[in-house]
């Protein structure tokens, strides 16, 4: 949770206002306005780069020092992420020892030449893949200052998300590729050295100036200015193009963004399509056997963005681009890396995912080292929704495997608590499953205990509300609160700030004096309210409802469902009993959730049958 509610109560009224953000009281972001110019050496894998940063300090804090992330540094042997690599227990399969085997020509590398602010040299150490300098003079609270650098750049050989001669054979994959600005909040600088895992950056606007051999194809975040200088998109209309020299600059820009990131290849296909009323869909790969099914994907991913936009929010930016390249999936603004030689619900779900990121991490600024399950978890979550739409099947079979996942991992002995920092986890599986799988239930679970309509109409209005800022737990938790009129800090207390699981059990069925009653029993560490849905010989339904007294009210009821709402359950309180009218032979069963959205870890005791 993060002390921003410390500043909300005791901070006086304060408003920020820049060329893009106007926020009152204590919420504050910085912003970046990026200009770069980068010479690529395509016979060397190298670049060399001019970049100049307008910063604007929104803070209510004076500014000393800055600190800039340089991610091709972590591709070199005894790098903090080939160490980790060679002694986590279980590596990531693509990283391996494989840093560690590296030479002189297939490391990654920035060697910054010169770092100025305002034209006055700036003093600054790099340790590892974090550059620390001091200012020449500090940023007052509503200052902006103007940082220049020169650098040089070497492409690493293709080992994880950036690099060069991927396994399917595309050329360039430029993500983490430039010396980037960190982010600096209300919790302070973020200059988390590249380990493995997530990122973290401020808004601003990109202007990225790429001059390359004249051969290549080039795609990524942000809008081709010069399509007409460069004769790019006249090969299809059958006009013969002449280009002259050997390299040409394409030129982007990229508006409310907190990265940039391309790619590059001679033999790119490009395609395009739309969404109707929405933004333009681009497609980059190489069209051979292996991808024969990318022809399909544009349709595809237009439905899906359909479907996304109506339950998920507005797509804000002009184009989207899919993207082969790359050594898996990975989602940046405006454009996602996948690998292409897959089948057609691979394509799908990997493009859909990755394409959701523009709502939870791409819009919506999460802090991935510190809620990669509210990045990755709502995204696995609005995924399944999204692809079972697309392909026409029910959406519990999605649904259900993140629940699989979460049930392994609860059991394992592995658990670790989801407020976790990324890079801290004691094994990939645990933090991989937490992430995705676990907090995909999170999100699918809140519909169990605030109803699913109440949480679909809080996703929503999260991203309407929060769109370009960093949001974090604290912030939907209050949109959830708001939208159900329930108090809920507890469920996250419970669930993300600890490993303690859900296991609640029908203990005992017995009549007395003329009714029928059940003792409930909660065997798990972790309250939750009740539905215990009671199915009678005549086949009639009823629910019979217990909520939690920490929750302050009740969740609504289903038009059609028959519901009786009883006293509380006190979460001290182990054992909870409740009657029923009428006589037990009237009863066939008693089941505690008939939805599965409860991710009770052991549902063998959650039903009793009269036999």
Known sequence: MKYNFIKKAFFPLLFVVTGHFSFAQSYWQQHVDYKMDIDFDVEN????????????????????????????????????????SRTIEDPDGRVNDRISKLDNSQVGYHKVNKLQQDGSAVDFIIEGTVVEADLARPIPPGGQTTLSMAFDSQVPVQIRRSGRNNREGIDYSMTQWFPKLAEYDERGW???????????SPFGNYEVNITIDKDYILAGTGVLQNPNEIGYGYEDEGVEVKRSGKKLTWKFKAE????????????????????????????????????????????????????????FGKYPYPHYSVIQGGDGGMEYPMATLITGHRSLRSLTGVTVHEALHS????????????????????????SSLTVAHVFDRNVDWFNNRSYMGYYALAVSGKEEPMSTHADHFETNFAYGTAAYSKGAVSIAQLGYIIGEEARDKALLRFFNEWKFKHPDLNDF??????????????????????????DYGVNKVEEFDGNVLVELVREGDMPMPMDVIVTFKDGSKKTYYAPLSIMRGEKPVKNDLDRVVLPDWKWTHPTYNFQIDGKLDNIQSIQIDDTGLLADINRDNNKWENK
């Not at 670049?47 to 004076?62: A, C, E, H, L, R």
């Not at 340089?70 to 790098?79: D, R, T």
């Not at 973020?190 to 973290?200: D, K, L, S, W």
């Not at 099914?293 to 996304?308: G, V």
């Open 256 to 311: 409310k963004v907190h990265d940039f990131a391309w790619a590059a290849d001679p033999d790119y296909k490009h395609v395009v399509t739309n969404v109707p009323g929405g933004p333009d869909l681009h497609f980059f790969y190489q069209e051979n056997e292996n991808t024969k099914e990318w022809s399909k994907l544009p349709e595809i991913t237009s439905k899906a963005f359909q479907f996304i936009e109506k339950n």
């Open 45 to 84: 894998h190298q670049f060399q780069g001019s970049q100049t940063i307008k910063y604007t300090n929104n803070s209510p804090d004076t500014l000393y020092k800055v600190f800039y992330h340089l991610y091709f540094n972590a591709f070199q042997p005894e790098s903090m992420m080939d160490v980790r």
């Open 190 to 200: 973020h200059a988390h050295p590249y380990v493995g895992r997530e990122f973290y």
């Open 359 to 382: 709502w939870y991490q791409g819009v919506l600024g999460i802090n991935e080292s510190y809620y990669a399950w509210m990045d990755e978890g709502y995204t696995t979550y609005a």
């Open 477 to 502: 938790v209050r949109i959830a609160e708001k939208t159900s009129g329930l108090e809920l800090d507890w469920y996250y207390d419970y669930f993300v700030n600890s490993t303690k699981s859900i």
